[in-house]
T-cell receptor
Framework: EAGVTQSPTHLIKTRGQQATLRCSPISGHTSVYWYQQALGLGLQFLLWYDEGEERNRGNFPPRFSGRQFPNYSSELNVNALELEDSALYLC??????????FGPGTRLTVT | EDKVVQSPLSLVVHEGDTVTLNCSYEVTNFRSLLWYKQEKKAPTFLFMLTSSGIEKKSGRLSSILDKKELSSILNITATQTGDSAIYLCAVEGARYDQFYFGTGTSLTVIP
């Protein structure tokens, strides 16, 4: 069974640009979670999508947004990039509130 | 404020030793506590503990949830170098439908 996939693996952007990160959940999973893991910090919850709707968001500014598509894949958009947005972005999927399975992550570097 | 605290922050042991990792939490309307192992990038799921399942075991790893003390421990017996990783604890709270992660315990097993 295929696991959670994320693309791209690495992304380099400059300040002020926009970044788009993508995630495909495990087949049958309807929930997708996004997390930010900055260097030296724990996983910070960003967004939770389930059945195409945003169910919850963490304590991040509105320039972090996303969506979930009918096939349950998801996209995270970060607008007006700042240097401190440099981090590993992890996507996880689950079947509604069961344990989450993580993808390999996207390393975003903002210069 | 909801939070999850893990201790110790890091641990270095020799192969064959037994280690105990701690996770304490203050999360409103506790639903579940999860343990993950993070080696390179993506955390991999180990255990989920709930009010109806407070003890789990898989091979050399075991975990117990103490709802009275608001804490959990993860035990690893007969450690191997392959156990070297960051071990993350996450708690799901019903109040805001969020998962709160600790910053992890970095375990290094020396041959």
């Amino acid at each position: 069974e295929a696991g959670v996939t994320q693309s791209p693996t690495h992304l380099i952007k400059t300040r002020g640009q926009q970044a788009t990160l993508r995630c495909s959940p495990i087949s049958g999973h309807t929930s997708v979670y996004w997390y930010q893991q900055a260097l030296g910090l724990g996983l910070q919850f960003l967004l939770w999508y389930d059945e195409g709707e945003e169910r919850n968001r963490g304590n991040f500014p509105p320039r972090f947004s996303g969506r979930q598509f009918p096939n349950y894949s998801s996209e995270l958009n970060v607008n007006a990039l700042e240097l401190e947005d440099s981090a590993l972005y992890l996507c996880a999927s689950s079947y509604y509130r069961s344990e989450q399975y993580f993808g390999p992550g996207t390393r975003l570097t903002v210069t | 404020e909801d939070k999850v605290v893990q201790s110790p922050l890091s641990l270095v042991v020799h192969e064959g030793d037994t280690v105990t990792l701690n996770c304490s939490y203050e999360v409103t309307n506790f639903r579940s506590l999860l343990w993950y192992k993070q080696e390179k990038k993506a955390p991999t799921f180990l255990f989920m503990l709930t009010s109806s399942g407070i003890e789990k075991k898989s091979g050399r790893l075991s975990s117990i949830l103490d709802k009275k003390e608001l804490s959990s421990i993860l035990n690893i017996t007969a450690t191997q170098t392959g156990d070297s990783a960051i071990y993350l604890c996450a708690v799901e709270g019903a109040r805001y439908d969020q998962f709160y992660f600790g910053t992890g315990t970095s375990l290094t097993v020396i041959p």
